[in-house]
């Protein structure tokens, strides 16, 4: 406790969600970061047995930073069913609590065969968003517990906590490697344009028109052209011509 500030409920969950997020920052991309959400979800969420983050991407939701096989295979009991916490904060709830999993309610045949394959006895789901619209959405923040109704109301006010800064993480993360592959990419079409230059003795607005024209042939995106052609320096590329 710190020292001069009264014992009130509300210190011991501040400590607790500073214990929490210690470990946590942004560093690597998305598996660090995942991965040490999830982890710290586990050691600090005392109901909570395994945890995982769900993002929604374009080919649907993908599971991330698991803490091991339980929460792996629990996501995907969600995803194959089409039903189940998971899914409804990820898309439409901010949080969800489901003290009881059975074979009734909102997910029945996802929770009975959360319980009955997995031992899967309760579930927290936050949405992961910065904003409050459906297509806000970056995913949601699942924590499994092997005992029924394990979540307290200050394991459930830690886990929502969680996903607030989980949700501004994510995002950190997706910007920062959206910057990455934007860098790499002009840099390979940069290191393309210099070749073209000294293999066609073109001018640079040349060499970028003819990677260009040889993406729009071979219908493969102008930055793979470019970075085939800045990883072969003798222009073996038969598609490109100065014309």
Not at 35 to 61: F, N, Q
Request: charged content about 15%; some cysteine.
């Amino acid at each position: 406790m710190t020292a001069g500030l009264p014992s009130h409920p509300a210190q011991a969950l501040v400590e607790a969600f500073w214990h929490m997020m210690e470990p946590i920052h942004l560093f690597g991309g998305y598996g660090n970061t995942y991965g040490l959400i999830a982890a710290a979800a586990v050691k600090e969420i005392d109901g909570c047995d395994a945890a995982s983050v769900s993002t929604v991407e374009s080919t649907g939701p993908v599971s991330h930073g698991i803490t091991g096989t339980l929460s792996a295979q629990a996501d995907q009991v969600q995803f194959q069913e089409g039903e189940g916490p998971c899914l409804d904060t990820a898309m439409r709830e901010r949080w969800t609590y489901t003290p009881v999993m059975d074979g009734t309610g909102r997910w029945p045949t996802s929770n009975q065969r959360l319980a009955d394959e997995l031992g899967v006895h309760s579930m927290f789901s936050c949405r992961l968003a910065l904003g409050s619209a459906p297509e806000a959405t970056l995913g949601g923040l699942g924590f499994y517990s092997l005992s029924p109704d394990a979540f307290s109301e200050a394991d459930q006010l830690l886990a929502i906590l969680l996903s607030s800064v989980t949700a501004v993480l994510v995002n950190a993360a997706r910007q920062h490697d959206n910057l990455e592959g934007a860098v790499a990419t002009r840099q390979a079409i940069g290191e393309a344009i210099g070749i073209l230059r000294t293999q066609s003795n073109v001018t640079s607005e040349q060499a970028f028109q003819m990677l260009v024209a040889a993406s729009m042939r071979t219908n493969v995106k102008l930055r793979d052209v470019a970075r085939e052609i800045a990883g072969q320096p003798d222009l073996s590329d038969p598609t490109l011509t100065k014309d």
